[in-house]
């Protein structure tokens, strides 16, 4: 297995130094707040993902955790994919890179839709990394029902 | 270079028991396999260990020449399959020098063995007529360590919510070590058993367990040792280590998956009650109530996993062939040659002791800020198997303040260039991640 397939630069890149870390309070007065704090039991990775958004634009996704380097590259390619996005459009990120995780490496990402998250398309290969991989992405799906935007339904099989 | 020579009558240093590990190798046929690209180098028999071919053979012939259901059939395959499933016991028996045959439960794994004494204690609870060593309710106390595998923590966790018990538990030193401090504090009159692990499975910690004994006996409470991680690796006196039950899994011993044991003082297991009622575990049966085998069949309901069993009786012959004090002194040094070379790797800190004295051979440790995930997954690459993650014992990370920890573990296999292999592995990991 080629280790480089895993541990792209633009993930090591996202570990090394990431986008928009740390739990930050809404600067737009009235915008709804809610956090989910994930754990992965099995290696006791934690992630809280907070989102604030007036029900129409997520104004922010911020982050907090620790864990490994796929696990925190991923909330720093979430943050910089969703803050300022439409929630429907948000979601329809969300989806594809919930694809991409559950596709054992067989699907092709699209990077107009996944921007950096296209680097996680080798992660996919290695089922014991998928739900590093995810970990972010699933809180975040969490604290956005809280906040009361829309979640389409995603069925993860890994 | 001087030699000292070591005066006559004192132990020389030939005397240690050694054996051919290239040898014993060879009797291991996964050794052999490549990972990625590179030779197989197994860190991970502290999880499970691998199995020689002897043992194999033995569970492929049961299956192939002998397989029928044990104790209840008259004819030659009945008798052919419980003669080797009662001989195992034996085996077992004799191996950790067990007063009776009797005294081996054979259970599916540890964790069922630790499963069956707690529930005894339940369901004694429940009768007013039972063995009062075994009747637990509020104000009685279970007594386990920080230093546990989850499988010593939760099943005590759900009996103390059954009866109303409190558990206490055996803080663990900043060294790794078990704290013994408080014991007279922690092990009272109050104490109904004391359930602890021989070896950690995480910090490799050994548990001198004679002051814990001795306190036990003076409150009149029970001993439970979790040999998991000490059958496989050193000899074992069950006499000797005066317990009241000793526990121990079969996979981490050369053995197949789905046998374990539970040996137990034969008075405690014949005051026990029964914990899974079933085929095999009776004396008779009336529709209204039964009345119970002895043990061991009282705590052996159902088919049981015979041909695993009788596999464990090759597993612990194999064993007792190359001699346990000869495994327990090869890891010995393996631990020693391991904790120097490990030193020097930069930004590498160890959990748990970092002298080879009250130890095993099963070190974990942090490699700076780097994730255990992480620090696994480049050294699969190179071949290198390690395990990361909490290792089923959390309290043990938090303790120490980290989720997770990498962990490498040897047995009567593994080899100095292994241990060579890992160091490698590791200056790879910090080039990835620096
Ligand atoms: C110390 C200790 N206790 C208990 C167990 C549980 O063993 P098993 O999973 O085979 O029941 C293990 C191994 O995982 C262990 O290392």
Not at chain 1, 124 to 138: E, F, G, Q, S
Not at chain 2, 180 to 199: A, C, F, N, P, Y
Not at chain 2, 391 to 398: D, I, L, R, Y
Request: charged content about 20%.
């Amino acid at each position: 297995m080629q280790l480089e397939s895993l541990y792209q630069e633009i993930i090591l890149d996202h570990y090394k130094h990431p986008h928009g870390r740390g739990l930050r309070d809404p600067d737009a007065t009235g915008a709804r707040v809610a956090e989910a704090h994930h754990v992965n039991p099995t290696c006791g990775d934690e992630v809280t993902v907070r989102v604030a958004t007036d029900g129409e634009v997520l104004h922010d996704v911020s982050y907090d955790g620790m864990g490994c380097s796929i696990s925190q590259a991923s909330a720093s390619v979430l943050h910089e994919l969703l803050v300022g996005r439409g929630a429907g459009d948000a979601f329809r990120v969300h989806e594809a890179f919930v694809e991409l995780m559950s596709g054992r490496g067989q699907v092709t990402p699209d990077e107009d839709v996944l921007g950096d998250g296209v680097a996680f398309a080798g992660v996919a290969r290695y089922p014991a990394r998928v739900k590093c991989a995810l970990l972010p992405w699933m809180a975040f799906k969490d604290a956005a029902a809280r906040a009361g935007v829309g979640v389409s339904p995603t069925e993860v099989e890994a | 270079m001087t030699s000292i020579a070591i005066p006559p009558g004192m132990p020389q240093y030939d005397d240690v028991p050694r054996y051919d590990v290239a040898k014993v190798r060879a009797d291991f046929p996964i050794l052999d396999r490549e990972v990625n690209g590179h030779r197989l180098v197994y860190l991970d028999s502290a999880n499970t260990s691998h199995k020689p071919r002897q043992v194999l053979d033995v569970l492929g012939e049961h299956y192939a020449m002998h397989n029928a259901n044990v104790s209840r059939s008259v004819h030659t395959l009945g008798t052919e399959a419980t003669e080797a499933y009662e001989g195992a016991r034996a085996k077992i028996a004799a191996f950790i020098n067990a007063p009776s045959v009797d005294e081996v439960v054979f259970t599916k794994n540890s964790t069922e063995a630790i499963n069956i004494v707690a529930y005894a204690f339940s369901n004694a609870s429940l009768r007013p007529d039972a063995d009062p060593r075994f009747r637990l309710g509020p104000g009685d106390e279970v007594v386990i360590s920080e230093m546990e595998h989850h499988s010593n923590i939760v099943p005590w966790q759900l009996l103390c919510e059954r009866t109303g018990a409190t558990l206490r538990w055996f803080p663990v030193t900043d060294q790794g070590r078990l704290d013994e401090s408080g014991l007279q504090d922690l092990v009272t009159e109050r104490t109904k058993i004391v359930s602890l692990v021989h070896m950690s499975n995480i910090l490799g910690t050994v548990n001198a367990t004679s002051r814990i004994t001795a306190r036990v006996r003076e409150v009149g409470a029970l001993l439970l040792l979790d040999c998991s991680q000490s059958v496989p690796h050193m000899p074992m006196d069950v006499v000797d280590h005066d317990a009241d039950f000793v526990v121990f899994t079969g996979h981490k011993m050369c053995g197949p998956t789905g046998i374990g044991v539970l040996w137990g003082r034969g008075e405690l297991l014949a005051a026990m009650p029964p914990v899974l009622g079933g085929g095999s575990m009776i004396e008779t049966v009336t529709m209204a109530r039964s009345t119970f085998a002895a043990p061991p069949a009282r705590f052996e309901a159902g088919t049981p996993p015979i041909a695993e069993a009788v596999a464990l009786g090759a597993a612990v012959d194999y064993l007792a062939g190359i001699g346990m004090r000869a495994v327990q002194w090869h890891e010995k040094e393996l631990t020693a040659y391991a904790l120097d070379a490990l030193a020097t790797v930069p930004g590498l800190r160890i959990f748990g002791p970092t002298v080879p004295v009250g130890r095993g051979g099963t070190i974990s440790f942090a490699l700076g800020d780097i994730h255990p995930h992480d620090v696994g997954q480049v050294l699969d690459s190179l071949g290198v198997q390690v395990r990361v993650g909490h290792h089923c014992a959390k309290p043990v990370c938090t303790r120490f303040g980290v989720p997770a920890m990498t962990r490498a573990s040897f047995y009567l296999y593994t080899t100095t260039g292994e241990i060579d292999a890992l160091v490698a592995g590791l200056e790879q990991v910090r080039k990835v991640f620096e």
